[in-house]
Structure formats: C-alpha cells, structure tokens
Nanobody, 123 residues
Framework: QAQLVESGGGLVQAGGSLRLSCAAS????????IDWYRQLPGKQRELVAT???????DYADSVKGRFTISRDNAKNTVYLQINSLKPEDTAVYYC?????????????????WGQGTQVTVSS
C-alpha cells in the first residue's frame, strides 16, 4: 500500500534543531513536487518548503535561512532540517507528494499526505 510515513517531530527548546523525515512506503516519488506544510494551532495549513520536479527549492519567507529541504533518492525519503527553532514554529508538519505504485504491470500515480508529525518548541 502506498503511503507517506513521517517521523522526527518532538519537543525541543527554542534555538534547538530537528530533522523531519518523510518516507515513501510501498511506492516511489513520482517526478513532481514534494512539499512540506505545517499547521499551526487554529490556523490553516501553510506551505513552508518545496522541492520541485526540476530540483528547484523554495521556502516560505517565515522559514528562510532556518529550514532546509533535501531528498535521498536511494532511501526514497525527503527531509526537512529545522534549525534555530522558535515557539512560533510549533505546529503539525506534513509532507505532500505524488507517489507512483505498481500493481502487476499497471502503475498508478496519485497525491498523498503524510500523517503529520508534531513539533513543539518551548520558550
């Protein structure tokens, strides 16, 4: 079964770092964008980082200089390195990507969300 599996969240003090992982299980990343989103308490989900199909990387202004998105194709995993964490970074972080999975000789591509991983930053 194709899915995105996230890990790496936790409780950290302000100024600390975390590395979030998003692994494609039972499938592989198609040649489309891979995005990290976050949802702050009581807010809508917002895009924070994109790894485009052309290999271009973009970040929301609020996280530039502190967040780094990367991918390891051999491990079928995308990472989000978060440094200099602030209390306002407290949120549930989600990855989103198109995954391709094959059943016999037929392959399918569809969009998936990870289950989310909680990041809590204490002041």
């Amino acid at each position: 079964q194709a899915q995105l599996v996230e890990s790496g969240g936790g409780l950290v003090q302000a100024g600390g770092s975390l590395r979030l992982s998003c692994a494609a299980s039972g499938s592989f990343f198609s040649n489309n964008n891979i995005d990290w989103y976050r949802q702050l308490p009581g807010k809508q989900r917002e895009l924070v980082a994109t790894f485009s199909s052309r290999g271009n990387i973009d970040y929301a202004d609020s996280v530039k200089g502190r967040f780094t998105i990367s991918r390891d194709n051999a491990k079928n995993t995308v990472y989000l390195q978060i440094n200099s964490l602030k209390p306002e970074d407290t949120a549930v972080y989600y990855c989103n990507a198109d995954l391709t999975y094959c059943a016999g000789t037929t392959c399918f591509t569809r969009n998936y969300w990870g289950q989310g991983t909680q990041v809590t930053v204490s002041s």
